[in-house]
């Protein structure tokens, strides 16, 4: 096959895949497999540029020399030796003659190989491509072993897949791990301090600490491995953090991020902006109220003592004092929560006072025939709050009847003619008393 063009453009091509068995026979018959084993060998003659420089192991290769091969070199052989390949080196262009190839812008020859690395791999039994592999032109004579001299060209696998023609720059591979302390969870505000170790000691350059992909205040230098930021700026809320290490010379170490690191910040818990108090009336009858006020709370819950001792049922802000508070002393606590935790705030004690008198919604009366010698009977009427016990003291005409405190009372001769009432007095646990008295009743 002839090209007719004198110009092979460093572009990409489809190669041409040939069948192994029709190779190896056209390099029986040109004698191609003896690589130089007897006879005059020269040195290398030069170089040749790989295209495309970087490439994959599918990419189709062209090599182009530096110059022509020198007379009376009519043909050449190129060889492929590297990791997976014969000691020797692997034939990729069998024994051929120059002038079938184009002549390149620099005077030199331009090669296509006609496989890909990937099909001469599968040739020489192996599927991992590694390290640096090397093609050796050899210019030559059709038959017999005399080379006149070799152009070389090395391209390096920095993966299984990928290759470049420039050998790659060995950099130390570094690590860097990120702790904080305190440890999660936190409450906002705290002062978390950030420290990344970065791996080796040696390795100089720079650490970025991370919130998500919001940065952390500046980037910190490392010094002997370790680079410290303190933040307290972290809001509320579920965090992942991160350290990058960015080195000084890329060529000597290389870069590298830390692990995410997950961290909780959780919001204060309460604080009391006024402490709890009782207000109100402290006194038997009267509602007092449980007054505070927290900040940062989603709750506030209340409990009421009594000397001392939580009064079971009583959870309400307010509360109605009862006749059985009278004297004892009465305090309330105020607790406030949110989802970190809660604050109580507990009021003085004050002493319940005795509750108002009881006062007559109905006036008592005298039930009975109002006649000497007929029990009169004394109806309380009603009260409020309402009474418990009462006591009666019977009147005529304004004045005291000696003796007459009972709830009855019968009329004896001195009664007849004269006006009767009836004083109730109207007793409740812790209140004061209340009074009244009945109208008037004429005895016959």
Sequence with gaps: MRFTTTRFTKTRFKAVRIPLAATLVSLLAAGSLALGTGGARADVLGAMEVAPATGTDTSGILLTTSGTCPEPATNLIISVRGSGFPAEGQIVVGNSPISIYPSAQNGGIAVPLTQTMRDYASTAGFTTLQGRYDFTLTCRMPFGSTTYGDFTAPIWFTSDTTYQSTEPVTVTPTTTQLTASPGSPVVQGTAVKLTAAVTPATATGTVSFLDGTTELGNPVTVSGGKATLTTSSLAVGAHTLKARFTPADPAVYGASDSRPLPYTV????????????VTGTVRAGSTVTCAASFSGATSVSYAWLKDSKVISGATAKTRTLSGTDYAHKIACRATATNSTGSTPSTSPAVTVALGPALKAVTKPSVGGTHKVGYKQTAKPGTWKPSATSYSY????????????????????????????????????????????????????
């Design 393 to 444: 003291v019977w009147k005529r005409d304004g004045k005291t009847i000696s003796r007459a405190t009972k709830s009855t009372y019968t009329p004896v001769r001195a009664d007849r003619g004269h006006r009767l009432t009836v004083t109730v007095t109207a007793k409740r646990t812790g209140y004061a008393k209340g009074t009244a008295t009945s109208a008037s009743v004429k005895i016959g």
């Design 266 to 277: 959780k919001i204060k818990p309460p604080a009391v902006v006024s402490a709890a108090k």
